[in-house]
């Protein structure tokens, strides 16, 4: 019997555009596996939402969805509340890990290694009153894809109002800088696969650098120092056990290797629902360890029904 698929796109965050893509590419790798595959668009219209998920009966639902609602434990817990079977983290470890200040704290008691960082109000900004030392950067508490992220160095003129950030952004967090190179960890079933160094064409990796074609280099695995490389892998399984992340996710981090710094690594964030687009990193990672795209979506619609299975 073939297994019907609903998979979850689009949504109703600023990662919009890129949910879409992913969701595509998803549909297709799915459907190549064999799967009958219904895709919807999910928008403000929750109503619909649930009719559409209705009239297809999923086995399963794919949540392609990134940002808020699809992956705050918004979504999650709308899909408990059906009893569909569903992708991904749960409720507890997807709301854990957007709360990116919580998020840290939590993996820091663990003993992940973290930046110091502190919530801040958007009037503290508006009057040029820093934080904590510069550099340091600013970043929405609950976004992902470097959405609303900036850094402010030292000399820097800029004063940052309501105008650089969304309404759903003004929950602020100010975290210290660390120089030097961007490195990303896939985990599977609490096992990390490879890390992977970012480089950026021009400035940091941001929205733009993320998701336009050229903008990056990814160099898998990272040729970083063995003992750097392995505390990746160990702290990113940690923040997956941790924040109660099931199926996959990706960890972010910093490692000072500049001349005058610490060569520390530091963690940064946890995505529960990190982009399957063509230039996502969590297909190169699994394409490295040898599993194709199509056969990763397969994956974890097999996930989700062992999850289901034993709960």
């Not at 695995?221 to 941790?242: G, N, S, W, Y």
């Not at 520390?264 to 190169?284: H, R």
């Amino acid at each position: 019997m073939t297994l019907t698929v609903a998979v979850l796109m689009g949504g109703i965050s600023a990662e919009r555009e890129v949910s879409l893509t992913s969701g595509k590419a998803c549909s297709e790798a799915l459907r190549t596996e064999g799967f009958d595959v219904h895709d919807i668009d999910v928008t403000k219209d929750v109503n619909k939402l649930i009719a559409d998920l209705t009239a297809c009966k999923p086995a399963v639902v794919f949540n392609a969805l990134h940002g808020r609602f699809g992956e705050d434990g918004c979504i999650q817990g709308l899909m408990n509340l059906l009893g569909l079977t569903y992708t991904h983290t749960g409720v507890l470890g997807s709301s854990l890990a957007m709360d990116k200040e919580r998020a840290k704290a939590m993996v820091a008691t663990a003993g992940v290694r973290i930046p110091e960082s502190k919530a801040v109000e958007l009037e503290q900004l508006a009057r040029g009153d820093d934080p904590l030392p510069r550099p340091f950067v600013v970043k929405p508490m609950r976004e992902g894809s470097s959405v609303g992220v900036h850094i402010l160095q030292d000399g820097d003129n800029r004063v940052l109002t309501k105008a650089n950030f969304s309404n759903a952004e003004l929950a602020l967090m100010a975290e210290r800088y660390i120089p030097g190179r961007e490195l990303t960890v896939t985990v599977m079933n609490d096992k990390a696969l490879t890390v992977t160094e970012l480089v950026p064409k021009e400035g940091f990796y941001n929205y733009e650098a993320k998701y336009s074609d050229g903008l990056t280099e990814h160099m898998v695995p990272a040729q970083i120092p063995q003992e750097v490389f392995d505390e990746a892998l160990r702290f990113a399984e940690i923040a997956h056990k941790t924040l109660d992340c099931r199926h996959i996710s990706r960890s972010d981090f910093r490692y000072d290797d500049t001349p005058d710094g610490d060569g520390k690594l530091y963690y940064l964030e946890t995505n529960t629902q990190p982009g399957m687009t063509p230039l996502s990193l969590v297909p190169e990672q699994a394409e490295y360890q040898g599993m194709p795209f199509p056969k990763l979506c397969r994956w974890l619609i097999e996930q989700a029904l062992v999850a289901r299975e034993v709960s």
